[in-house]
């Protein structure tokens, strides 16, 4: 995103993990927080072409790009994981 921001590139958004997660509360609580946390960011950005958002499960990362223009989401995994694996993400990520 620092990337983008030096060039000029605004419609680019981009959500930050780090934010979104927060690891110390207890599970129920913590996707509660969580889904709040992804809402107030796609709000947020409402106005780009694509927000992108990297997503640890594990030992893995992988790539969620939305495409706000056309509703659509690509998910860019190196690995090829089954999709059940990040299944309550996608569904967080569409509601």
């Not at 599970?27 to 958002?53: A, G, S, V």
């Not at 499960?57 to 706000?68: A, P, T």
Request: include cysteine; charge should be positive; aromatic fraction near 16%.
């Amino acid at each position: 995103m620092g990337e983008c921001r030096k060039r000029g590139t605004t419609s680019i958004g981009y959500i930050d993990p780090n934010i979104i997660f927060k690891r110390h509360q207890t599970y129920p609580r913590f996707w509660t927080d969580t889904e709040k946390n992804i809402k107030m960011f796609l709000e947020n950005q409402r106005y780009k072409k694509y927000i992108l958002f990297p997503y640890n499960y594990g030992d893995h990362w992988i790539l969620f790009d939305l495409c706000l223009e056309t509703g659509t989401m690509l998910v860019y995994d190196s690995l090829k994981k089954p999709k059940k694996e990040y299944q309550e993400m996608i569904d967080a990520l569409q509601g």
